[in-house]
T-cell receptor, first 111, second 114 residues
Framework: DAKTTQPNSMESNEEEPVHLPCNHSTISGTDYIHWYRQLPSQGPEYVIHGLTSNVNNRMASLAIAEDRKSSTLILHRATLRDAAVYYCILKTQGGSEKLVFGKGTKLTVNP | EAQVTQNPRYLITVTGKKLTVTCSQNMNHEYMSWYRQDPGLGLRQIYYSMNVEVTDKGDVPEGYKVSRKEKRNFPLILESPSPNQTSLYFC?????????????FGQGTRLTVV
């Protein structure tokens, strides 16, 4: 499974944008970049995914570098409810559905 | 509402007493799996199923069994639980083999084996 690297932790203030980086230098052409988050005492929750182009949905935006070796999850206005561990995961089209969770980035949001 | 339902949410049991954790999804997903989450080790896959009657081992299958007799259900069976199976368990489901779809997770089952 292709590997991703994320900072262990990040901190943000409420109402400010948050940029969560992920490096995936060994990504292959058929790997989708997925982001999940896990709020305290809950199961992982899908956030967003993309292949090559930037993606937006109601929760976040995903910015993918042109060479696809890195990506950034953007929370436009962090709220206290966004405090969670965020996981960046690669999934291969036509490959296993298994999600390989690394340690993720623990996001703290200050009021 | 699309969801994955696990029961029970909390369970305390004694070593050796067989138990089953149930998992059900209402999205007609082919793929279902079980993960356990332990401090410092993250989420690891126990077993998965590509469809009815098709199951296979994940990364940490020892001490667990599963079955997939119906598409919606994927129970996790611990025939003789031991204290090292004390953990937080999650069931997940997704459409199979696309890479382009999201997985849905249950709320978790916190198991303590004493």
């Amino acid at each position: 499974d292709a590997k991703t690297t994320q900072p262990n932790s990040m901190e943000s203030n409420e109402e400010e944008p948050v940029h969560l980086p992920c490096n995936h230098s060994t990504i292959s052409g058929t790997d989708y970049i997925h982001w999940y988050r896990q709020l305290p005492s809950q199961g992982p929750e899908y956030v967003i995914h993309g292949l090559t182009s930037n993606v937006n949905n109601r929760m976040a935006s995903l910015a993918i570098a042109e060479d696809r070796k890195s990506s950034t999850l953007i929370l436009h206005r962090a709220t206290l409810r966004d405090a969670a561990v965020y996981y960046c995961i690669l999934k291969t089209q036509g490959g296993s559905e298994k999600l390989v969770f690394g340690k993720g980035t623990k996001l703290t949001v200050n009021p | 509402e699309a969801q994955v339902t696990q029961n029970p949410r909390y369970l305390i049991t004694v070593t050796g007493k067989k138990l089953t954790v149930t998992c059900s999804q209402n999205m007609n997903h082919e793929y279902m799996s079980w993960y356990r989450q332990d401090p410092g080790l993250g989420l690891r896959q126990i077993y998965y199923s590509m469809n009815v009657e098709v199951t296979d081992k994940g990364d940490v299958p020892e001490g667990y069994k599963v079955s997939r007799k119906e598409k919606r259900n994927f129970p996790l069976i611990l025939e003789s639980p031991s204290p090292n199976q004390t953990s937080l368990y999650f069931c997940a489901s997704s459409p199979a083999n696309t890479g382009n779809t999201e997985a849905f997770f249950g709320q978790g089952t916190r198991l303590t084996v004493v």
